[in-house]
C-alpha cells in the first residue's frame, strides 16, 4: 500500500525513483479504508533529510498510511526555509485537537544542555503530555527517548567520556516481542550522542521493560509492556551515508572525532560505510506499524480514555 502525504513534501520525488509508493490525497480518499495516521515531530535542524529516512521506514509496508509533519513554534529554525515549514509542517496548534495511532518525536542536537534549559522544553512537553490521549504509540529516539524518559519516569541523562559513535551490535533480552520479531538474536544500530541514560534507575521503573543492551554501550530499546511508548537510544532511521556526513563535517571544523566504530571496511575512511543496519530498520518498523494496526482503536476518539485504558 502507498504512504499519504502532502504533493509538497521534499522526499516524494526521491522515495517515488526508489520505487516506494506514494498516493495523493483526492485517491487515498475515494479507497474505502482508514489509513493509519502518524505524526512526525521533527525537532532536527535540517529537516528534509530526516523526513527521507523516516518516510522511507514507514513506507516500506502494506497498509497505508497518512502521515503529518509537526515542527515546534517556540523555535525558530535557521536551517530550513520558513516557507516549506509553512507549506509542509504543522505546529500544535493545528494538530491538538487531532487524533493518531503513531507519533515520532526525533532527535535534536541538545543533548549537552539541561532538559530546562532547551528552549522549546515546554514545548515538548506538552506533546508529551498531549500524546497520552491523542495517540496510541509513541517512538521516541535519541534525545527524544531521554527527554520522554526523563519527563515520565525522572531518569537523568549523564555526559559521556567520549561520543559514542558508530555501528554497534546489541543483543536480545525479550523473546518473541513484536516490535523485534524476525529479528536475529543480535542488530546492528548507528548511534552518534555524548549522553547516556541512567540505566540503574532506568532498571528499577516496573512499566518499563528493556527489550535489548549491549555489555559495552548498554540499554538500547526500552517500551512500555502495552507498546505505547517505546524508546530508541539510537538512529534505526539513518541512511548509509549518514554518519559519514557528520564525520566529515566535524572533521572540518576542527572538532575532536574519531572515525566512526565499525562504519568502514577495514577503519579506512576512503571505502564505502557498511551498511548492516538497515534490514533491521526496515524490520523494527514494519513490526511497529503492524502491532499498531492491530491494536489501535479503529475510533480514534476511544484514545481519550488516556494511556493506561487503551493498553495492550
Given at each position: 500500500?502507498?504512504?499519504?502525504?502532502?504533493?509538497?513534501?521534499?522526499?516524494?520525488?526521491?522515495?517515488?525513483?526508489?520505487?516506494?509508493?506514494?498516493?495523493?490525497?483526492?485517491?487515498?480518499?475515494?479507497?474505502?479504508?482508514?489509513?493509519?495516521?502518524?505524526?512526525?515531530?521533527?525537532?532536527?535542524?535540517?529537516?528534509?533529510?530526516?523526513?527521507?529516512?523516516?518516510?522511507?521506514?514507514?513506507?516500506?509496508?502494506?497498509?497505508?498510511?497518512?502521515?503529518?509533519?509537526?515542527?515546534?513554534?517556540?523555535?525558530?529554525?535557521?536551517?530550513?526555509?520558513?516557507?516549506?515549514?509553512?507549506?509542509?509542517?504543522?505546529?500544535?496548534?493545528?494538530?491538538?485537537?487531532?487524533?493518531?495511532?503513531?507519533?515520532?518525536?526525533?532527535?535534536?542536537?541538545?543533548?549537552?544542555?539541561?532538559?530546562?534549559?532547551?528552549?522549546?522544553?515546554?514545548?515538548?512537553?506538552?506533546?508529551?503530555?498531549?500524546?497520552?490521549?491523542?495517540?496510541?504509540?509513541?517512538?521516541?529516539?535519541?534525545?527524544?527517548?531521554?527527554?520522554?524518559?526523563?519527563?515520565?519516569?525522572?531518569?537523568?541523562?549523564?555526559?559521556?567520556?567520549?561520543?559514542?559513535?558508530?555501528?554497534?551490535?546489541?543483543?536480545?533480552?525479550?523473546?518473541?516481542?513484536?516490535?523485534?520479531?524476525?529479528?536475529?538474536?543480535?542488530?546492528?544500530?548507528?548511534?552518534?550522542?555524548?549522553?547516556?541514560?541512567?540505566?540503574?534507575?532506568?532498571?528499577?521503573?516496573?512499566?518499563?521493560?528493556?527489550?535489548?543492551?549491549?555489555?559495552?554501550?548498554?540499554?538500547?530499546?526500552?517500551?512500555?509492556?502495552?507498546?505505547?511508548?517505546?524508546?530508541?537510544?539510537?538512529?534505526?532511521?539513518?541512511?548509509?551515508?549518514?554518519?559519514?556526513?557528520?564525520?566529515?563535517?566535524?572533521?572540518n571544523k576542527g572538532l575532536p572525532i574519531d572515525i566512526p566504530t565499525n562504519y568502514y571496511p577495514n577503519n579506512d575512511d576512503t571505502q564505502t560505510p557498511s551498511f548492516i543496519w538497515c534490514s533491521y530498520a526496515h524490520l523494527f518498523y514494519h513490526n511497529w506499524l503492524n502491532?499498531?494496526?492491530?491494536e489501535t482503536p479503529y475510533n480514534l476518539l476511544e484514545l481519550e480514555n488516556g494511556f493506561e485504558d487503551c493498553a495492550h
Amino acid at each position: 500500500m502507498p504512504i499519504q502525504i502532502s504533493d509538497h513534501v521534499s522526499a516524494k520525488e526521491i522515495l517515488q525513483k526508489e520505487g516506494i509508493f506514494t498516493i495523493e490525497q483526492g485517491r487515498a480518499l475515494h479507497q474505502d479504508i482508514r489509513p493509519l495516521k502518524i505524526l512526525i515531530l521533527n525537532l532536527m535542524p535540517l529537516k528534509k533529510p530526516t523526513e527521507l529516512q523516516l518516510l522511507r521506514l514507514l513506507g516500506d509496508s502494506p497498509l497505508q498510511i497518512e502521515v503529518d509533519f509537526c515542527h515546534t513554534a517556540t523555535h525558530q529554525s535557521t536551517h530550513t526555509d520558513p516557507t516549506y515549514l509553512e507549506e509542509c509542517y504543522y505546529t500544535f496548534s493545528d494538530i491538538q485537537n487531532r487524533y493518531y495511532d503513531g507519533l515520532l518525536i526525533t532527535g535534536a542536537p541538545v543533548e549537552l544542555s539541561d532538559f530546562e534549559d532547551v528552549d522549546y522544553w515546554q514545548e515538548i512537553i506538552t506533546y508529551l503530555e498531549w500524546s497520552k490521549t491523542h495517540v496510541f504509540s509513541v517512538i521516541h529516539f535519541c534525545w527524544g527517548a531521554q527527554a520522554a524518559l526523563y519527563h515520565y519516569y525522572g531518569i537523568h541523562k549523564h555526559t559521556l567520556s567520549k561520543k559514542l559513535f558508530g555501528i554497534y551490535e546489541y543483543q536480545l533480552t525479550v523473546k518473541h516481542h513484536p516490535l523485534l520479531r524476525g529479528f536475529d538474536d543480535r542488530y546492528f544500530i548507528p548511534q552518534s550522542r555524548h549522553t547516556a541514560i541512567d540505566e540503574m534507575y532506568a532498571r528499577t521503573i516496573p512499566e518499563l521493560q528493556i527489550l535489548s543492551c549491549s555489555k559495552e554501550t548498554g540499554i538500547n530499546i526500552l517500551s512500555t509492556k502495552n507498546i505505547r511508548r517505546i524508546f530508541i537510544l539510537g538512529h534505526f532511521e539513518y541512511d548509509r551515508r549518514t554518519l559519514e556526513t557528520e564525520y566529515i563535517r566535524d572533521k572540518n571544523k576542527g572538532l575532536p572525532i574519531d572515525i566512526p566504530t565499525n562504519y568502514y571496511p577495514n577503519n579506512d575512511d576512503t571505502q564505502t560505510p557498511s551498511f548492516i543496519w538497515c534490514s533491521y530498520a526496515h524490520l523494527f518498523y514494519h513490526n511497529w506499524l503492524n502491532t499498531v494496526y492491530q491494536e489501535t482503536p479503529y475510533n480514534l476518539l476511544e484514545l481519550e480514555n488516556g494511556f493506561e485504558d487503551c493498553a495492550h
